[in-house]
């Protein structure tokens, strides 16, 4: 069939017409009455033709991408951690010392602080004794005597507030297959908490049981027991209906029968003890400060491997949101905290929720939480949405990430591997942001939580990231 | 259109052929070229004349029927069984005496028992002390001088050969709602044990540590904690990737850390303690002896409700497959044990295998176990089924059922209640039997578990079940 034969019969049949990109086009060929197909698709990197023409340029230098990442994807494999036992923070976390306190997200100083990270850093002042009431310690923290800096810049990682200060006791978290430990305090249970940044007395009072008690019969019973194999017990968690960040209810059991056998034979007294085990069983997130150190054990082995797009931290102060990628090592990208999308206590609202908070989105950056919503579906199901819901929620992140764990599987989802590897140029390109699960804070020093809910990370962070991944392209073109 | 024109016009247009039923005249219809649709139908009671005017029959009874099975929905879903502590057969069980021997099942006579039955029963002759070894065992069961009886004689249930001796502890469980108890055996683990008909030194040293140790700190531990709510923990169980009949991981997780703060406070030595949490530890399927008797005190009040068609048992011996139907009380039906379908351990297979053998399908007439399969995909992955064929299954059993449990909920399907109150009619007339999870017993007594798999009950069971609760009809025409 020569050209014109081939117009000709075009002109004949039926034309149908498949619409790409704006729907105006199609909405008016279909008010002639002509057959539409409408494609889904969306511009690369939102229409933006200079992130589309960086983007452009790094995937020239394709290979060097596709094998940092195909790294990257490996070492968060073959990531091995083990809850190895529990020390205090002046002792087992590196650099810290008696006047720094350890905070969630990327740096911030005392007067950028949000309410509940200023509640949380006056509470440990109290706890640890510096500190009578509430006024010494706003005075004391104002004065430039206490160093404040990040936790993820000392293998750490702490929810919401993320508050950590010297007298702490800490998991320590082993990742045998790097060699790295990281660190992360014991979770205090719900309600009025240092971390949502409450400092009542009950709080300081909770801290100081946390230390004197729980720490040491857990830390013992560990001694007893031996390490925990903590990836396998994540992994077991999310076929029990958890995802590792806001349900943890299978991970808090599975570590409460793991442990309970050498609790037991612990030299302390039947109430210590029995009240150990009460106090884990009361608190279905105590699970969560272990899946965290056990992302944070991860991921810092990632850091650093040239040209890698993927995501080594996403982490809040309350104040900012910021990540880390690999391929730039330690520098953070931050853009303002957004607010969190969810259900509130009794008595709150809006008006009263903080900005997303906290370094619990390490466990999005390793894999599950957010990205394993198809895994816990009761947690859509409490701000309204379906089961079917969760897993549009996990199936959308297979499309920002390097590929799929080897060790995290959802049940619902055919067993099939999480999405893990957040890749930054897969983010910018696609228009698709991280999704995380998250608690909501009172705004105010003191309070505490208000409610729980979803959050979108704010896309320019991402951008900004993959702007300054171009320059380091500029400057060095890659292996073709 | 007058009926000419209307023909007339249905001659021009194309034929398009529905097919109900056999698919022969469906293929000669297609070979004629003819596009053909077909319904998927099958004839009620599977073409059966004489079984379709017996239905015709009942359902003109309609509402006596629908009256009476709503009764009994209503009363399974009021149900409320908690544990209420550990007993021992001799001093508990009612009608237990000292000569007298549970078992799975339908009535059997030692002569007509199975292998591994026998197994258990000379096991448990031994453990009472009544018997030196097997040959003496053998002997005396054969004797006349012990009695046989079935469990669920006895407000009992008992899994696989499901033996009770009159010193064995038992749970308590008690339904609140309704006032009544059901009792069964602590689970003993896997591999040689009792239950799958082993008798050998470990099998009776074992069941010593149980009546001596695990019986007595769990009864103290329940005494100090007080009844524990059984209903709530399979309904969590069940959203957390158990089925309470195969899988039964976060119910034992959930039971260990709902005691753990009482076993330690047991006046008993800290190594027996910690043996205790080990042994339920050691064994995820601790739970089920405690989903099985939830089942047996929730339908053993909805026995007797006159013109009611809903199951109150299916229960086997390992010889015949038994069940009950509440309109016709304590009576039983049955066929000849079906073969299993599953997996076996390394070194056996199908002609190793016992056929269906346990009490353990109370679980199903619950409204769990096979009826929640799509509450636990990874059972089904055990036998090479996908999550997609989970959810089929439970699917199936909704059109078997009077209706949905108001308890027990299952994630993946949106949280849609189990089907609960499964219908000797609707079986009869759908010609859909219940789908039934369990393990395999080697046929030999003294072996063991050798793998487990999924089951098909015998439809003769339903169908002579069916034409009983015809006779009561006829008997007393109901209430129209």
């Known amino acids: 069939m020569n050209e014109v034969e081939e117009v000709s019969r075009l002109l004949k049949s039926e034309i149908v017409v498949g619409n790409l990109g704006s729907s105006l086009f199609a909405d008016s060929v279909s008010m002639q009455g002509k057959r539409v197909v409408e494609i889904n698709w969306e511009a690369p990197c939102g229409g933006d033709e200079k992130l589309y023409s960086m983007l452009t340029d790094m995937r020239r230098a394709g290979r060097k991408i596709d094998e940092a990442n195909a790294k990257a994807l490996e070492m968060i494999n073959a990531s091995h951690p083990f809850i190895a036992g529990i020390g205090t923070a002046i002792r087992d976390v590196p650099g810290m010392r008696e006047n720094l306190i350890l905070h969630a997200g990327p740096p911030?100083?005392?007067?950028?602080?949000?309410?509940?990270?200023?509640?949380?850093?006056?509470?440990?002042?109290?706890?640890?004794?510096?500190?009578?009431?509430e006024k010494e310690a706003g005075d004391l923290?104002?004065?430039?005597?206490?160093?404040?800096?990040?936790?993820?810049?000392?293998?750490?990682?702490?929810?919401?507030?993320?508050?950590?200060?010297?007298?702490?006791?800490?998991?320590?978290?082993?990742?045998?297959t790097h060699g790295n430990r990281a660190y992360c305090t014991l979770n205090e249970g719900l309600g009025k908490v240092l971390r949502y940044g409450a400092y009542s007395g009950e709080v300081i009072e909770r801290l100081r049981y946390i230390e004197k008690t729980l720490a040491r019969v857990l830390g013992r019973a560990l001694m007893l027991h031996g390490a925990v194999d903590l990836r396998a017990l994540i992994a077991q968690a999310l076929q029990m209906g958890d995802e590792g960040h806001n349900r943890n209810k299978a991970g808090t059991s599975l570590l409460i029968r793991e442990l309970a056998p050498s609790i037991v034979q612990v030299d302390a007294s039947e109430k210590e003890k029995g009240g150990v085990l009460d106090f884990m069983h009361s608190n279905d997130h105590f699970f969560l400060n272990l899946t965290m150190p056990a992302g944070k054990c991860t991921l810092d082995p990632v850091m650093n491997i040239d040209g890698c797009s993927v995501l080594t931290a996403m982490a809040r102060n309350g104040t900012d949101f910021g990540i880390r990628v690999s391929g730039l090592g330690e520098r953070w990208f931050t853009a303002p905290a957004p607010r969190v999308m969810g259900l509130y206590f009794t008595g709150y609202g809006d008006d009263d929720a903080n900005p997303d908070i906290g370094d619990s989105t390490i466990c999005e950056t390793y894999g599950i939480g957010g990205f394993a919503m198809a895994a816990a579906p009761a947690i859509v199901e409490f701000v309204g949405g379906t089961p079917a819901d969760a897993e549009r929620f996990t199936r959308a992140m297979y499309d920002i990430t390097v590929g799929e764990s080897s060790n995290f599987r959802i049940p619902a989802m055919g067993f099939r591997g999480t999405p893990t590897g957040i890749d930054v140029l897969k983010i910018v390109e696609r228009g698709i942001v991280p999704a995380v699960n998250t608690g909501i804070a009172h705004k105010e020093p003191g309070i505490g939580q208000v409610g729980a809910?979803?959050?979108?990370?704010?896309?320019?962070?991402?951008?900004?990231?993959?702007?300054?991944?171009?320059?380091?392209?500029?400057?060095?073109?890659?292996?073709?």
Chains 1, 2 share one sequence.
């Open 108 to 133: 911030i100083t005392w007067e950028r602080m949000c309410g509940p990270m200023k509640g949380a850093v006056m509470g440990a002042l109290i706890y640890e004794g510096k500190a009578a009431n």
């Open 141 to 176: 923290a104002a004065s430039g005597k206490i160093e404040f800096e990040p936790c993820h810049h000392h293998q750490t990682v702490g929810p919401m507030a993320g508050v950590v200060s010297p007298s702490m006791p800490v998991w320590i978290i082993e990742n045998r």
């Open 453 to 480: 809910g979803l959050v979108e990370p704010p896309m320019p962070v991402f951008q900004e990231a993959f702007e300054a991944l171009h320059e380091t392209f500029k400057q060095s073109p890659g292996s073709d």
